[in-house]
Nanobody
Framework: QVQLVESGGGLVQAGGSLRLSCAAS????????IAWFRQAPGEEREFVAA????????YYVDSVEGRFTISRDNAKNTVYLQMNSLKPEDTAVYYC??????????????????????WGQGTQVTVSS
């Protein structure tokens, strides 16, 4: 069992920055790939970024490449999403998710919600123009 708790969301002006945190409980954290997804009102949940178990490999959706950085601290059981140069279109509820089954680390697979077994409750990010 893994519990994920997101924090760090809030209201920020366009061009500003936020850092989201995903704190995990459970012994399987360091062996789990972790991803961030987001969901805007009326939209489907969208992949944002993912990080491998060791932290040596990452993937991003094109729209955040160069602006967002995903990282992890396995000693603290925490994954971070540093978001810079925020845009109004980044407004959404952000969720972190964990793959505890060690599925293949593939560019296509990590972008799908079915890759992940546990989800947090989400944190709201609102970017004003």
């Amino acid at each position: 069992q893994v519990q994920l708790v997101e924090s760090g969301g809030g209201l920020v002006q366009a061009g500003g920055s936020l850092r989201l945190s995903c704190a995990a409980s459970g012994r399987t954290f360091s062996s789990s790939a972790i991803a961030w997804f987001r969901q805007a009102p009326g939209e489907e949940r969208e992949f944002v970024a993912a990080i491998s178990r060791s932290g040596s490999s990452t993937y991003y959706v094109d729209s955040v490449e160069g602006r967002f950085t995903i990282s992890r601290d396995n000693a603290k059981n925490t994954v971070y999403l540093q978001m810079n140069s925020l845009k109004p279109e980044d407004t959404a509820v952000y969720y972190c998710a964990a793959d505890v089954k060690g599925r293949p680390w593939l560019r296509v697979g990590v972008r799908t919600t079915t890759q992940y077994d546990y989800w947090g409750q989400g944190t709201q990010v609102t970017v004003s123009s």
